[in-house]
């Protein structure tokens, strides 16, 4: 069970550090948006748009700033979930099914994998909070690094979950721009739910990555977030439905 685990999870960063495109594109997306979209659309909200009277987290930019975070958690955990759908057509995944490695070391040394470069790219995105106008202590970025490493295993579970019934990186490609966007784009990254309208309220709280950004939020602002234990709660829950439900998914792939 760890030897088969360790050699995905060491597979999987390898061959990530190996493509230095991945790394700056998975990267640069989410710096580019923070600072070009917050720069952007930063005079057009009026005082906090957090709805904090904390001087910390006034500005457009310093609000979005989590949500960029979240955004490199999300393109680096689902991004690298892909090698399940190259693996599969270079034989490699086949290899992996007949081996006597059990089903859950394929779907934790992914995950894991996954989960250790969304931590590397969120650490390195991190730098910039100098210049964010957030000044969280040592304490509050640790726990927000937690927090990402709980969402990125989420997350990574979420991207096994899409990938192992697919045959091509197109349909993968599909999905994400379908569904996985508009889940960003719903979690709180981008706008507040106290200004949006009643459906999107709705949609915002079912939303899985909501809780996440707001615990990441939370943190970083130094400002406590409303049903903090039930928040985290449904993390540590997401992470643990996408990994069993992938578990399952491979462990009935390998009885077919």
Known sequence: MILATYSLWRRDVLRFLRQPSRVVGALLTPVIFWFVIGSGLGSSFQGNPGGSPSPATAGFLPYYFPGSLALIVLFTAIFSTISIIEDRQEGFL????????????????????????????????????????????????????????????????????????????????????????????????LFPASGASGWVQVLMRLNPLTPAVAIIRAFLTGVPAANFAAAAGSVLLFAVVTLSISTLLVSRSARN
């Open 94 to 189: 086949q290899g992996v099914m007949a081996s006597p490695a059990p089903r859950a070391a394929i779907v934790l040394g992914k995950a894991l994998g996954s989960t250790t470069l969304a931590v590397l790219n969120g650490l390195v995105f991190l730098l910039l909070l100098p210049f964010s106008g957030l000044h969280p202590g040592a304490g509050g970025v640790a726990a927000a690094v937690g927090c990402v490493a709980l969402l990125g295993l989420a997350l990574s579970g979420l991207g096994i979950m899409i990938a192992w019934p697919l045959r091509s990186a197109q349909g993968f490609h599909a999905i994400m721009n379908v569904a996985l966007v508009p889940m960003w784009l719903l979690s709180g990254a």
